[in-house]
């Protein structure tokens, strides 16, 4: 594709000018210059003139602050400005010094018709491959953001355009940054959710016949599906990556080095196979990692304090409650009851002090209150003979309270003296164990017993292998009890278990309350369902082997915000061993032969090593298609048939956890560890976590050098998003607008990058109508002011370049306050503060350059003279803010970065001395070093000027309300300083050699007076007056009518009018301008 066309000859020619009230455009034909090149202390940078790509219908719109103005007080221009149309549609003759103007001329567009320009700028990038082009010239050294995989399984929300552009904007400023730069997007493919997918598109029957490698067929073409979906719409956001070729985990390759990752692992003793609970989801029939769980709000649970019968104390304390038998039961509370068919030991903090506590029923009076909430059971209804319990000291007057009785204590002691009591279990009535547990005890809850079930807790398991107690879990994979749970055979533990549980133990008389608990219940983050903790024969990976590793490591880690490191070592310090295995077809196979009788697991580096190769050339489909004999190595095959190959498929946590040994370690251009991983909070329990695992146990060191993490996105008003409250925010509609585009406009991918470099993602942010409409009158006003820039350089060139020794005092300051805000734009790109730099360009472009510096500068771009001092001065000004914001913005608004570049009227040159064609070609902006050496006092002074300005546009504005003047330029300011030496600063400017640096150009008055002294009658005969204060000086104002008459060029008031025979009605400075530009004679004075 031609980078730079020619115009065309009849090219519109579009204007910025305004006269007050008045907005026109002139058409003239646009010509081309030579191409010339230009330096102006930048480091080895030049520019040259260069045609413009992309003609666009010329439009006068103005922003405000830029061409325009909010209100009528100040004067923006001379009689140039658009004639009035006549009442009969003609227009009037516009002037005879019309061809004296310099006019502001160019084919950007004020609107920006994103919907339709940004895919032309995306087409010609992937056209000229840009991405790649940049990143190769660069000389510097790599930069690596390794992208976390999203999951492929739905469209995307608001949440992967927030993650997919913080790296985007990372990205492309270290290409400006002279980094190379390859960044690799990637897909999670693996799992359930997918798996689920597939099987619910199907009829039963259907499903009945699937067999896995079929199921893995669709599986992997629903996935890569999904991708190419995602991936047109991470190209529509403006995205640069790698995408002919991401990484996938259903990739041959992948698979293959995530299996050699297993390997290292098993080969170290960080992996081994064992029967104990884990977290287990019956509606997907698999166990879970923790970071496939949710705990929503308002979980409510069937919790009930029941009694267990204590047949005998211990032989160390036989004694101590050998009066209180057969009539003394241990006390429990639990929010699972269907737990109770495997209970095996109660157990007692040792740390604790319990009571012997006889039962006397409560008054009704006193009890009836607390039942309405509860169910009180058959051990307080029909107990008649005298009942003592067992509980904490410490709960005694809370139990009394929840049961509705009075305990009359008996007996103190520890608890570490009720070790080895034996009881009757509830159910089967085996006789079990009073054990000690540890801290998980307290009397925050319950009754200070802890109903112990080691095949259903975590605590429970850890504290049944200390005592050798049996584990029990009598709970099938759809979460209905078995045959070993007796007459409870069938019933689902979630349901029907659970209450026949309860009525068991009611009519068993050892039920004494049952009431609702809510409380927060682990759920299947893809069904929405509640889990439950069941003993299986799983793969794990033991934590505890390289705990001390991850945590060493993790401190050598930077964290973004820092508070993230706490999040990940609370976690990484209390995480259990890491189930790895899941009991479902679609995934990475664990690759483990088991001996036909033994059922021992064959698992050796050859076994690893072969079946890693077989992957990596056919796929993991391999291990479902091909014999145990054939994915053996050569040693075992002739014991072959005394092995099967296993059917458990990894968590897809290990899958996406591997992505440091299959990409970082794999790809060229790519380096381990990572510069930076960038993802959502939740990562601090999934892929940051994962990956560190793996990664630690596997190389011993962290994969990561840098951890970013951003917040979740929230509607306007605070809520998390839901199809069913109707606030969700479609990232596609917010760029390309929805069905009704009056209420869902398309506002550009640019506006949506906009507003993702607004907020501080470090926490939750929002996202709604009027925030995206604030930030596309945001950005609407950032590119006027672009375009004012563009428009007023387009006869820039060589010749015309001042040297910053020549520059009026004006043009050097606007200089340093460009350099100190590029040094300061960069310092927050370094430190990831994006907001910071949203608020800096919001405050500069549109605030401080536009209202001050281009504001001021529109008299002498337009009339000063098209070849004098004060206009090619401040066009070598424009032309640095001209590249210098196009650099800063490129990483967040690429398309209008791009877009003002190909509309560029001159060519800018690379070090290497090539034509920069496009905008992520030229390097961060550097700022000339005498920029910011400019005198502290100047400085000063100037920071005055610019609030001594904002005070006299205050009186400008009451004087132009009370009817005194129309517009500023009617106006004489006089200023009284009470400190001599700001006096005489105000003075010189008053008196300025430059007319650039003079006050009344400053202020955009027609003159200004500074007094010596301030006498009462001025003051008292001055219309408008005001003061401004600061410590150095106060200073008076007063605003009067400007003396002399109006110039018919440049509207400025001066006695010089009249002063010239042959242009009776020009000041000085137009009589100069015409003297260098002759009226054609049809234009002569009559």
Not at 25 to 30: C, H, M, P, T
Request: proline share 5%.
């Amino acid at each position: 594709m031609e980078v730079a066309p020619l115009l065309k000859s009849s090219a519109a020619a579009a204007t910025l000018f305004n006269s007050g009230e008045a907005k026109f455009a002139l058409r003239v034909s646009s010509s081309l210059v030579s191409c010339r090149r230009i330096g102006f202390g930048r480091q080895n940078a030049s520019f040259i003139i260069w045609p413009v790509l992309f003609a666009r219908p010329l439009t006068t719109d103005l922003p405000h602050g830029c061409g325009g103005s909010e209100s009528k007080r100040r004067a923006r221009g001379p009689v140039m400005a658009a004639a009035k149309k006549a009442s009969d549609g003609g227009i009037k003759e516009e002037g005879k010094y019309k061809h004296t103007v310099d006019l502001p001329k160019t084919t950007f567009g004020m609107r920006a018709n994103a919907v339709v320009r940004e895919p032309e700028i995306q087409k010609l990038w992937e056209e000229n491959q840009v991405f790649k082009r940049v990143s190769d010239r660069n000389t510097g050294r790599s930069f690596v953001l390794h992208d976390g995989p999203p999951y492929a399984n739905g469209s995307l929300h608001m949440g992967h355009a927030l993650n997919k552009i913080l790296k985007d904007i990372i990205n492309r400023y270290k290409l400006l940054r002279n980094y190379r730069v390859n960044f690799v997007p990637g897909w999670d493919c693996h799992g359930l959710p997918i798996e689920l997918k597939v099987l619910q598109s199907m009829d039963e029957d259907t499903r009945r016949e699937l067999k896995p490698l079929k199921l893995r067929e669709k599986a992997a073409k629903f996935a890569k599906n999904t991708v190419n979906i995602q991936m047109n719409s991470f190209k529509r956001f403006g995205v640069w990556a790698d995408w002919d070729a991401p990484y996938l985990t259903l990739f041959p390759e992948y698979e293959a080095a995530q299996i050699e990752v297993f390997g290292k692992m098993a080969l170290k003793g960080y992996i081994y196979r064992g029967r104990k609970p884990v977290h287990w989801s019956p509606s997907s029939r698999t166990a879970l990692a923790e970071a496939e769980l949710e705990y929503p709000e308002g979980h409510i649970s069937k919790s009930i304090y029941a009694t267990f019968k204590i047949i005998s104390s211990s032989s160390a304390s036989p004694q101590l409650v050998e009066e209180f038998l057969p009539d003394l039961y241990l006390a429990i509370w639990t929010t699972t009851p269907w737990t109770i068919p495997a209970n095996a030991a109660v157990a007692v903090n040792p740390e604790l002090e319990y009571v012997v506590a006889e039962l006397h029923h409560a008054p009704e009076d006193v009890t009836a209150p607390l039942r309405k909430q509860t169910k009180v059971g058959g051990f307080l209804k029909f107990s008649d003979t005298k009942c003592f319990v067992i509980v904490a000291s410490e709960l005694v007057p809370a139990l009394e309270s929840k049961w509705g009785v009075k305990f009359a204590v008996h007996k103190i002691f520890p608890g570490s003296c009720l070790e080895n009591f034996r009881y009757a279990h509830p159910i089967s009535g085996k006789e079990c164990p009073v054990v000690l547990g540890g801290d998980y005890i307290t009397t925050e809850s319950g009754t200070g017993l802890v109903h112990t079930a080691p095949g259903h807790g975590q605590e429970d398991y850890i504290t049944g292998i200390k005592y050798g107690l049996p584990i029990i879990s009598p709970v099938d994979d759809e979460g209905k009890f078995t045959e070993e749970a007796g007459e409870f055979n069938g019933l689902e533990v979630l349901g029907a278990g659970n209450v026949a549980i309860v009525k068991y133990l009611d009519e068993q008389l050892s039920l004494v309350l049952e009431e609702p608990y809510k409380h927060k219940y682990p759920y299947d983050w893809r069904t929405k369902k509640p889990t439950i903790f069941r003993a299986t024969e799983q793969w794990f990976a033991s934590v505890d082997g390289f705990r001390d590793m991850a945590m060493d490591a993790i401190g050598k880690v930077n964290w973004i915000p820092t508070q993230a490191k706490n999040r990940i070592v609370a976690m990484t310090a209390s995480r259990s061993d890491w189930c790895i295995s899941r009991q479902r077809t679609w995934g990475v196979p664990i690759p483990v032969f088991y001996h036909v009788h033994s059922k021992e697991p064959l698992i050796s580096e050859e076994t690893i090593a072969h079946v890693k190769d077989i992957v990596s050339k056919k796929g993991s489909d391999a291990w479902w298609y091909m014999s145990t004999e054939d994915l053996l190595p050569e040693k075992y095959r002739q014991n072959a048939s005394e092995y099967y190959k296993g059917t458990d498929t990894m968590d897809v946590w290990f899958d996406s956890g591997s992505s440091w040994a299959a990409v970082l370690g794999k790809r060229d251009g790519l380096c381990f560890p990572a510069d930076l991983y960038l993802e959502g909070s939740d990562q601090h329990r999934g892929w940051f976590q994962s990956s560190l695992l793996t990664s630690i146990a596997a190389t011993g060191i962290a994969p990561y050098s840098c951890v970013v993490t951003h917040g979740f996105v929230l509607d306007e008003k605070g809520m998390k998003m839901s199809k069913s409250l109707g606030n969700v925010v479609d990232p596609d509609v917010v760029i390309s607008g929805g069905k009704n585009t009056k209420d869902q406009p398309g506002y550009g991918a640019d506006v949506l990058r906009l507003w993702v470099s607004s907020v501080d993602y470090t926490g939750d942010v929002l996202i709604g109508p009027q925030i995206l409409r604030q930030m596309s009158d945001m950005y609407r006003k950032l590119r006027g002011t672009l375009r004012f820039l563009l428009s007023n350089l387009h006869d820039w060139n060589l010749e015309n370049t001042v040297s910053y020794t020549k520059l009026p005092k004006i043009d050097q300051y606007a200089l340093y306050q460009l350099g100190n805000i590029v040094e300061t734009i960069k310092d927050n790109y370094e430190l990831y503060q994006f907001y910071k730099i949203y608020q800096i360009i919001q405050r500069f472009t549109i605030v401080d350059l536009s209202n001050f510096y281009l504001d001021v500068a529109k008299d002498r771009l337009y009339v000063g003279g098209t070849t004098s001092l004060n206009r090619r001065s401040c066009q070598t000004v424009l032309a640095e803010h001209l590249i210098s914001i196009v650099s800063v913005i490129a990483p967040i608004l690429p398309h209008l970065a791009e877009d003002v570049w190909q509309y560029l009227p001159f060519e800018y040159a690379t070090e290497d001395g090539s034509a920069a064609k496009f905008a992520f070609e030229i390097k961060w902006p550097v700022p000339n070093k005498r920029w910011l050496q400019m005198p502290a006092d100047d400085v000063d002074f100037w920071s005055l000027i610019l609030e001594l300005r904002s005070e006299v546009n205050k009186i400008l504005e009451n004087a132009r309300v009370g009817k005194l003047i129309g517009s500023s330029l009617e106006a004489k300011v006089y200023l009284h300083s009470s400190d001599a030496g700001v006096a005489s600063r105000l003075q010189e400017l008053c008196l300025a050699e430059n007319e650039a640096d003079a006050l009344h150009r400053i202020f955009i008055t027609s003159q200004v007076e500074v007094l010596d002294s301030l006498n009462t009658d001025l003051s008292t005969r001055m219309p408008h007056t005001g003061k401004y204060s600061d410590p150095r000086s106060e200073i008076w104002i007063g605003v009067a009518r400007a003396d002399g008459s109006k110039c018919e060029r440049c509207w400025n008031y001066t006695t010089q009018v009249g002063s010239f025979p042959e242009h009776p009605t020009l000041c000085a400075r137009c009589y100069d301008v015409i003297n260098i530009h002759p009226l054609p004679a049809a234009a002569g004075v009559s």
